[in-house]
């Protein structure tokens, strides 16, 4: 019994190292970038033996890739219950045959801003977005695990919505454009944060400006176009 004890012990500290190395990895990456990110300085910062880089993941190439993996579940845990639940709901569709209703897809997407906005402008997505901003300048094969893992599907999920709202085909090339030019207006809040701050005059985003983001995320989902049948 002390055997298994201790060694659930050694598998929980072991966790914990290898998590506390992801989780500094991906700031210190951010930071600095592969290059400029020593193995001192992210095992500095986890407060971890120089030697645990090689023994859990090989290298620090290995935890680069790593880092990348463990950003794609943290982002996938905020919002995959989310993402599922409605991709669902349009697979019941697809498979009855029946089309995706245009109040329905912006009932789903003004859900979906919503809880983006929030995860766009909290503490923890500044480490998230040095690494991804730093991929999507000069991409490497973390920037694949990334966008296979989380932005892609993202994207996906919303030229569907988009392709039901304005009555496209969501394969379209002018849907991929105003799905790409959607999300950029809103990751503006996490990408371009001081100007965000300066220009709305904000010494810091809480609760009472994250109610007027979510305000202003509603009105972008009404302003891909009126619901058809309405006078434009």
């Known amino acids: 019994m ?12 072991s966790d914990a190292t290898r998590e506390k190395l992801l989780e500094n ?5 951010g930071r600095y970038g592969f290059d400029g990110a020593s193995t ?8 971890v033996n120089l030697q645990a880089i090689p023994y859990y993941f090989g290298s620090k190439e290995g935890l680069y890739i790593a880092t990348a993996e463990y950003l794609a579940d943290m982002i996938g845990q905020y919002v995959s219950g989310m993402r599922q639940r409605i991709a669902e709901q349009i697979a019941a569709l697809d498979a009855a045959g029946a089309p995706l209703d245009e109040a329905q897809a ?5 859900e979906i ?5 929030v995860l766009f402008v909290s503490k923890r997505s500044e480490a998230w977005a040095r690494f991804i901003i730093r991929e999507q300048m ?3 094969a973390a920037f694949e695990r990334v966008y296979s893992g989380i932005m892609g599907p993202m ?3 919303g030229r569907r919505l988009i392709g039901a709202i304005i009555a496209d085909d969501p394969a379209s090339e002018n849907v991929r454009l105003r799905c790409l030019s959607f999300v950029g207006s809103l990751m503006v809040f996490r990408m371009a944060n001081a100007a965000v701050l300066a220009q709305m005059e904000w010494d810091a985003i809480g609760e009472k400006e994250i109610v007027r983001l979510q305000q202003h995320a509603r009105r972008l989902v009404v302003a891909l176009g009126p619901a058809r049948g309405e006078i434009s």
């Open 2 to 13: 002390k055997q298994r004890n201790d060694a659930r012990s050694e598998t929980a500290r």
């Open 40 to 47: 001192r300085k992210i095992t500095n910062a986890a407060g």
């Open 155 to 157: 994207l996906g999920l």
């Open 113 to 117: 801003v919503e809880t983006m906005v």
């Open 25 to 29: 990895a991906l700031d210190v990456f």
């Open 138 to 140: 000069e991409p490497t």
């Open 106 to 110: 912006r009932l789903f997407l003004t």
